[in-house]
């Protein structure tokens, strides 16, 4: 009797930590046939660096697609950007997949992004000014946010292929929108070309025009073709999308995204389909924390900034600065109790404990002089707990151990010492042949 093995890729940071490169891995050290996206939208940036130099930055495409045969299936929990997929369909294309969509399942029930989504999303950013939450401007909380007020009006991947439906609902959508922002006063000639766009009754039918190329190429699943899709025998692997610490309810509001990252998001998706099947859970983690975008960050260093490249991540754009970090206990011991029962690690940028002096922050020393090593986690969704949390950090001094992290031996030591957890595979460089088994990181 055949079996399905289903693993899940959990990012124990603020992002970046590396998920795409261990799924590129594991779907050929395992052979996967399905990469499942199960939460987040068309924001992920999960890079793959082949050894003959290509490259590419998943975003809804699975990041095992450069493995001849391996289906991605977008499921219902994703936000969907229908002419970004076409875009990046064509990137790939150019690097050496030409099948991307033949191999895409689309659950019908995705939410869908539109112009509308990411004009508001881009809007309601410019004007928090300095209070900014962090967005990458692609409108993916703008479509959760829409979708949480009017849900009759909700578009779905389904309706794309009942014409009048949803320009019924992209009708409605922008003209709740126009009204909300009628009196903003752009400061941005960028602000005012977002203002064209609410304002803009033909761009419905353009964009309906240019998604037909999804439609065609794949088509609305359903709910019964998403699941015997996974339950073919075999590995499916779940990619996630951001980091726990920027969970929607479990991140440090307000500077999270509109998504669910636990382990009991993967399963709900199994549920979902109708499985029952244990998952393995595997934590994703970097050698030193990053952050990109407003937030905080209380192990920030000028000094990493200069010494760690980051070619993939830049300054520049909607999100704002790529900030280096010291390996943190505290964040960490956080989002492994935010995460859910892990069943091991997967640690990336091993190689940067040769080019950085990595120090292990062991606590915090907050405003009031309180020494802290661990930050509580609320029993129940609160925003308001996650808001004062937010506030601890922004203010707290971290403590050090006096020596510096050695290596990636003593690294990997540490946090298993930590996590209780075993560090799987460790990666020192981008692509899949820098990975190494835990016997080879020890």
Known sequence: MTSTRYVSLLGLGFGDCGKGRFTDFLCGAWGAHTVVRFNGGAQAGHNVVLADGRHHTFSQFGAGSFHAGVATVLASPVVVHPTALRV??????????????????????????????????????????????????????????????????????????????????????????????????????????????????????????????????????????IGERLARAGTVLYEGAQGVLVDGWRGFHPHTTWTTVPTAAVEAVLHDAGIAAPVQHLGVLRSHLTRHGAGPLPTHDRALDAQLAEPHNVDDGWQGAFRRGHPDAVLLRYALAAAGPLDGLLASHLDALAHADLRWCTGYRDADGHTLSSLPLSDAPDLDHQHALTHLLEGAQPLYDPHPVANAPEWVRRVEALSGLPVRFGAFGPVREAVRARNLLL
């Open 88 to 225: 990046e369909a064509e990137v790939l294309q150019r690097a050496g997949v030409p099948d991307a969509f033949a191999r895409l399942f689309v659950d019908a029930r995705c939410r869908v992004t539109t112009p509308f989504h990411q004009a508001a999303g881009r809007l309601r950013e410019w004007a928090r000014g300095a209070a900014a939450h962090g967005s990458c401007g692609v409108g993916v909380g703008e479509t959760v946010r829409q979708a949480l007020a009017a849900p009759e009006t909700t578009l779905r991947y389904g309706d794309l292929a009942h014409p009048t439906r949803t320009l019924d609902k992209l009708e409605a959508l922008r003209l709740a929108l126009h009204r909300e922002f009628a009196n903003v006063v752009p400061s941005l000639a960028e602000a005012a070309q977002e203002l064209s766009v609410l304002a803009d009754a033909s761009l419905a039918q353009c964009w309906l025009d240019a998604v037909q190329p999804c439609l065609r190429q794949s088509p609305p699943a359903s709910a019964d073709t």
